[in-house]
Nanobody, 127 residues
Framework: QVQLVESGGGLVQPGGSLRLSCAAS????????MGWFRQVPGKEREFVGA????????YLPDSVKGRFTISRDNAKNTMYLQMNSLKPEDTAVYYC????????????????????WGQGTQVTVSS
């Protein structure tokens, strides 16, 4: 059973930075991708970014491109989301996700191919 444990959320002022971590365990991920989603109450979960574990290729939506970056540490089985220039509209619960193996890139942008979810971590951007 795959386990995903997130950390790094908190309160930050607009324009500030945070780094989220997602530690994964349970199986190998060489044929998988991992991603980040976020959700605010009353809205659907929103794709924030994804990374293919083997290649390190990343995919981010326009809403965060240029401000957020995704990386991974193979040795630690950990994925990171570096968030810079944060805005109040980035406030949400952020979830780490593991996709089922061998998915095509277009599936990363939805949660239909997600195999496992982390517990979520709150990010609040406010002065």
């Amino acid at each position: 059973q795959v386990q995903l444990v997130e950390s790094g959320g908190g309160l930050v002022q607009p324009g500030g930075s945070l780094r989220l971590s997602c530690a994964a365990s349970g199986r190998t991920f060489s044929r998988s991708a991992m991603g980040w989603f976020r959700q605010v109450p009353g809205k659907e979960r929103e794709f924030v970014g994804a990374i293919r574990w083997a290649s390190g290729n990343t995919y981010l939506p326009d809403s965060v491109k240029g401000r957020f970056t995704i990386s991974r540490d193979n040795a630690k089985n950990t994925m990171y989301l570096q968030m810079n220039s944060l805005k109040p509209e980035d406030t949400a619960v952020y979830y780490c996700a593991l996709y089922r193996p061998n998915q095509i890139v277009s599936t990363y942008y939805t949660d239909r191919a997600v195999e496992s979810w982390g517990q979520g971590t709150q990010v609040t951007v406010s002065s």
